[in-house]
T-cell receptor, first 111, second 114 residues
Framework: AQSVTQLGSHVSVSEGALVLLRCNYSSSVPPYLFWYVQYPNQGLQLLLKYTTGATLVKGINGFEAEFKKSETSFHLTKPSAHMSDAAEYFCAVIGGFKTIFGAGTRLFVKA | DVKVTQSSRYLVKRTGEKVFLECVQDMDHENMFWYRQDPGLGLRLIYFSYDVKMKEKGDIPEGYSVSREKKERFSLILESASTNQTSMYLC?????????????FGPGTRLTVT
């Protein structure tokens, strides 16, 4: 069965610092992987996705993620944090008809 | 742009009331989903539907039912609301096209049951 683990329920970075949000997955088939972002009082919005092909995936707002099969990881990064990046981030994997979401990581950005 | 709308942003109901949450999408998506979101638990799937009048139970269907009479509309029903159903409810839709599994979410309904 597919599953997703996000390491760290809260991450705090300074403005301008590197953002790294960790996600590990378990899948018995080649995975389809996603990162979603949720701003306060809003629904989730797709940041980026990996289906097949290039393992480094670029998304919106300067985020990118790298699919590493050997490490079963799909970590999300951004070189320089901005105050507007403060939100909750969810990693997800497709499991049959369903999308399996991680528990979420809340990103805090300090001025 | 895909738009998913939910009938209410905030809702307060009493224990035992019947509650209807409505969701409408405007992109002709075949698949629709209802989730509840609770702190530390992420999103948990309640029900989903891959076609009109079709429904499948998700991971936590107890205490809920759904209705999909039209392709664009997917309703979540709490037959007899209880305090443990206080939560954020998110509706989502996705196309059936192969390789397109991303979901599009509504803004959510924060339901409080007192």
């Amino acid at each position: 069965a597919q599953s997703v683990t996000q390491l760290g329920s809260h991450v705090s970075v300074s403005e301008g610092a590197l953002v790294l949000l960790r996600c590990n997955y378990s899948s018995s088939v080649p995975p389809y992987l996603f990162w979603y972002v949720q701003y306060p009082n809003q629904g989730l919005q797709l940041l980026l996705k990996y289906t097949t092909g290039a393992t480094l995936v670029k998304g919106i707002n300067g985020f990118e993620a790298e699919f590493k099969k050997s490490e079963t990881s799909f970590h999300l990064t951004k070189p320089s944090a901005h105050m507007s990046d403060a939100a909750e981030y969810f990693c997800a994997v497709i499991g049959g008809f369903k999308t399996i979401f991680g528990a979420g990581t809340r990103l805090f950005v300090k001025a | 742009d895909v738009k998913v709308t939910q009938s209410s942003r905030y809702l307060v109901k009493r224990t035992g009331e019947k509650v209807f949450l409505e969701c409408v999408q405007d992109m002709d998506h075949e698949n629709m989903f209802w989730y509840r979101q609770d702190p530390g638990l992420g999103l948990r799937l309640i029900y989903f539907s891959y076609d009109v009048k079709m429904k499948e139970k998700g991971d936590i269907p107890e205490g809920y039912s759904v209705s999909r009479e039209k392709k664009e509309r997917f309703s979540l029903i709490l037959e007899s609301a209880s305090t443990n159903q206080t939560s954020m409810y998110l509706c989502a839709s996705s196309p059936r096209q192969s390789g397109r599994f991303e979901q599009y979410f509504g803004p959510g309904t924060r339901l409080t049951v007192t």
